[in-house]
């Protein structure tokens, strides 16, 4: 379980560990209330960052999460952010095939069995995540298994 006084740091010691490319980029992380997804990442377009900064909410219900969802579903956001970044791209819209690339960017980046966490937190109390929705449980699982096989010779 995650208290929301912890929320700034987790999300600095992510940026810290994971994102370099975003250390000096204004990113507001908000609780919010109400119904919605566990969180949300707003974006504006590239050229607006400077002044707007980015968005990320975060729904009250994120807080039950073990740390290890909570950062998964997290660094998802993150990635968002960097992928924007780096791709600077004028408008985000969000395809299908974007959320494949958000997940395994964030496979890539280490942070594979904290996604795999919050796909297992998530499909336990909601709809699972299928192919349209970014990488599946299994999916994530397999890769991790490839990459702990490959890590023993």
């Known amino acids: 379980m995650i208290l929301s006084n912890d929320i700034e740091s987790i999300t600095d010691k992510l940026i810290r560990d994971y994102y370099p490319e975003l250390k000096g980029i204004v990113i507001r ?5 109400g119904k919605g997804f566990f969180m949300q990442t707003y974006l504006v377009p590239y050229f607006m960052y400077i002044f707007l900064g980015y968005r990320i909410e975060i729904h009250k219900s994120a807080l039950k999460m073990s740390k290890e969802s909570f950062i998964g579903c997290l660094g998802h956001e993150l990635e968002h952010i960097a992928y924007q970044h780096t791709m600077r791209s ?3 819209d969000a395809s299908d095939q974007d959320e494949r690339v958000i997940d395994q960017r964030l496979i890539d980046r280490g942070l594979g069995k904290n996604l795999f966490a919050f796909l297992k937190h998530h499909n336990s109390k909601y709809k ?3 192919k349209k929705d970014g990488l599946t449980e299994k999916e994530v699982e ?3 298994q490839v990459f702990n096989e490959a890590a023993k010779y």
């Open 29 to 33: 992380v908000k609780l919010k209330k």
């Open 128 to 130: 699972k995540y299928k």
């Open 142 to 144: 397999k890769q991790l």
């Open 90 to 92: 004028g408008f985000f």
